[in-house]
């Protein structure tokens, strides 16, 4: 039996965060840099989650590896797989990984940033794994 494409449940912009989905919309990824303690960090947000000093948008170059992963084989939209991924600029992300072959994914692989559409909603980023 087939299953319906997962669907992704639109994220509601804000202030703090508009700028994000706006990067996103234009197919950039953008994660904060503090101003103070030179500390890159993910989720964008206005202070450093480190030193709590303001931060500043920069943009990823949307390349990383695979820290941790677990694929769920139930459910709506299944299978799917969520993982941790590392990026090059150090930050660790929280995201799905957009694949058709969940059983080839493997802790250390090497992924690249796409952007998934959501429910009526903004772009979100995910990675797939990097073919080349």
């Known amino acids: 039996m ?6 992704i449940p639109a994220p509601q912009p ?6 994000f989905f706006d990067a996103a919309a234009e197919g950039k990824l953008l994660i904060g840099q503090c101003d103070t303690c030179g500390q890159p960090h993910y989720y964008p947000r206005a202070l ?8 500043r948008w920069v943009e990823s170059a949307g390349k990383g590896a695979i820290y ?3 694929t769920m084989r139930r ?5 799917y797989t969520l993982a941790w991924v590392t990026l090059d ?3 660790a992300v929280l995201t799905n990984l957009a ?5 080839a994914l493997k802790i250390g692989q090497r992924v690249r940033l796409q952007f998934i559409p959501t429910e009526g909603g903004p772009l979100v980023p995910m990675f797939a794994p990097d073919m080349g």
């Open 2 to 7: 087939m299953s319906e494409p997962r669907k």
């Open 14 to 19: 804000n202030v703090e965060n508009q700028r």
């Open 48 to 55: 450093c989650p480190f030193c709590l000093a303001e931060s």
């Open 68 to 70: 941790s992963l677990s």
């Open 75 to 79: 459910g709506a939209g299944a299978p």
């Open 89 to 91: 600029e150090g930050p």
């Open 99 to 103: 694949t058709d072959d969940h059983d």
